[in-house]
């Protein structure tokens, strides 16, 4: 409680106009960071445990599972991108001092987002049974595959109301009740995956109704607070008529569309590269798989501090600070580049170890670890490109880019990956995406040092 009192006042700053020390900065990118990166590590737990307790099953069914990931994140990152086209407009608005039109966009989101995760949802089931195929996956874990994607899909709704008031809170700068819930969702899908997997023998489909049913919690306790409970952004505290209006709506798509677009490519560049390893067979599926997983728990931290940093951003713009724009985008992706950094070097000596937690194979063992040795040595400006987006999308700035991440992933990445798996297998897959990686962070950073992100400001 005493870190969000500190983390409110801190804020109150930037919407009062007050000046503000560096050591007062470096604070709040803290105070609102650790929250975030405690949530988004979690979050990746619950496809860390998932795969863990998958991989016990069959190398079939860890394969299955690792066959329509990408797709369940392609399907994961429109919702992000609907969530925050209208939370970037909350954020301005609430460092405008304006929290009657956060408000008012808080229930133009409710609904958007409703329609949106149920055409979302009822689109994938109808595709279900056909994607395994379409990604080159075979007879054996087709049905697996089939069943796990199709029950995300059921539970769309809920993880787009889970990512929804989730965003809202932290542009409010409450990052604890997001953080709190994450580490939930983690333990129920801990608790729900054993039972569902040990105790009833259902096997994937006992992941998959595990993770779905701590979701469907998450999404509806999160909402809660944010609908109920929320200081700023309660709809029940102040009595407000609604009307609808479309300026927001409209806001929300010249924002959130480019992100959108930007995560069905780049999505889709995650299937196609998916399409690149499953010729190698299950076992570079499965290691694959892992190894992504791993190193998610790397760069977590990355999306935690860019996760602080939109709010920052955010709220500065909506205050019409340049000047803390320009430091805490910099502050921010400096704390970013550092963290995953150490993070980097830690996967690379600890890989054989998080490889051995999800998998007893020693074949997937070796080749994850390899690979997962490969990627360390690109966290660093992973990191630039990570927080960089996350200052970007604070500003509003998102359709230039999209394209910068379209072009870095289609052009360099899937390029490399295409020609170096014929020789080298997924570690030349792994050794292209390491070398994308740092393109994207040496043109991620020209973008920010150039102040282009800010023009809408100036």
Known sequence: ????????ELLELIRYGK??????KLNLIYQLSIPSILAQITSVMMFFIDQAMVGRISVEAAAACGLVESSTWLCGSMTSAASMGFSVQVAHFIGANDFSKARAVFRHALLCTFIFSMVVGCTGLLISRQLPFWLGGGDDIA??????????????????????????????GNMRIPSMMSIAMCVMDVTFNFIFIFVFHLGVLGVAMGTGLAIIIGGCVQAYYAICRSEILSLYRVAEKFSFCWDYLRNALKIGAPMAVQSILMSGAQIVSTMIVAPLGNISIAANTFAITAESLCYMPGYGIGEAATTLIGQSMGASRLDLCKSFARMSVYSGMIVMALMGAVMYVLAPELMALMSPVQEIIDLGASVLRIEAFAEPMFAASIVCYSVFVGAGDTLKPAVMNLGSMWLVRLTLAALLA?????????????????????????????????????
Request: contains cysteine; proline residues 2%.
């Open 143 to 172: 049905s697996d595959a089939t069943i796990y994607f199709g029950i995300f899909m059921l539970v769309m709704p809920f993880f787009q109301l889970s990512n929804l008031s989730g965003a809202m809170l932290k542009c409010s």
């Open 1 to 8: 409680m005493g870190g969000s009192k500190k983390s409110s």
């Open 422 to 458: 014929k020789d080298y297998g997924l570690r030349g897959v792994w050794t292209a995406m390491a070398i994308e990686l740092i393109f994207r962070g040496v043109i991620f950073l020209w973008r920010m040092f150039s102040g282009k992100w800010m023009k809408s400001m100036k």
């Open 19 to 24: 000046p503000m020390t560096n050591s007062q």
